[in-house]
């Protein structure tokens, strides 16, 4: 069983499918419209909500900023890489997907789902090992957007990115010191962007395998961007190439 705590994500999640959600968990005390709309949503879904005090919420989520909100999810199933490259948006005229290299930090995780989602990417392929998994901070982080978007963890992403070759995907990587920069990166067609974890950044065969190496262009003494910000940035530019006007 896998928790999913906030108002923002909880809500989002019974809005979108409750399917799989088994209970809701609220905090005695806690009221007010979210709280009315949640419970609102869980009971047209047949779901049980129960008011419990927050030390009973926090031996089931931890000391996270639940909100007083919890639902308790069957657990969050993995797309396959061709399920990623299947889910097209029609709000675009080419595909993306989002490859994360060994992002560690949850928050970053969740916040690049969120962009990825929002930015109309096809879906996010992760690392199996030595990389953060989908857990309740990512959900929480994601604001409810990892309903939305297809992640694959897979365990070889040179072979992943060879497999998008041969559909036709283009390898773009983003890497610091690289002799072109984002703005010079023509985007189309079919689009495969990979970022790097924190501190390491991406990984030697990936770099080797990619076919376009760009860095963002900055200014100033700080010469690096937290990984969720630069694939945010990463996005936006293609977005704004691929999407339908």
């Not at 998994?133 to 309903?147: F, M, N």
């Not at 963002?216 to 990984?227: A, D, F, K």
Request: charged share 20%; hydrophobic share 45%.
């Amino acid at each position: 069983m896998q928790a999913i705590y906030g108002i923002n994500p909880v809500r989002e999640f019974l809005q979108a499918d409750p399917t799989g959600i088994e209970e809701i968990i609220i905090a005695r005390g806690r009221g007010g419209k979210e709280i009315l709309d949640i419970c609102n949503l869980a009971n047209k879904a047949g779901i049980t909500v129960t008011f419990k005090d927050r030390s009973e919420i926090e031996k089931i989520v931890g000391r996270v900023a639940h909100q007083g909100v919890v639902g308790l999810w069957a657990g969050f199933r993995y797309a396959s890489l061709e399920e990623v490259m299947a889910n097209r948006r029609p709000e675009m005229d080419g595909d993306v997907i989002v490859i994360a290299d060994g992002v560690m930090d949850p928050h970053n995780l969740g916040a690049i789902v969120r962009t990825a989602y929002t930015m109309g990417a096809n879906g996010l392929i992760i690392p199996a090992h030595r990389a953060a998994e989908v857990t309740g901070t990512v959900i929480k982080s994601s604001a409810g957007a990892i309903r939305y978007l297809p992640v694959a963890k897979e365990p070889n992403l040179a072979r992943v990115i060879e497999a998008l070759k041969r559909k036709n995907y283009w390898v773009y990587a983003a890497e610091a010191g690289a002799q072109k920069g984002l703005e010079e990166m023509d985007f189309s067609g079919s689009v495969a962007v990979i970022v790097g974890g924190e501190g390491q950044g991406i990984r030697r065969l990936l770099r080797k395998k990619s076919d376009f190496l760009f860095a963002i262009p900055m200014v100033g003494y700080i010469n690096s961007l937290n990984v969720s910000v630069a694939t945010g940035i990463i996005l936006y530019r293609i977005f704004s190439s691929l999407r339908k006007m």
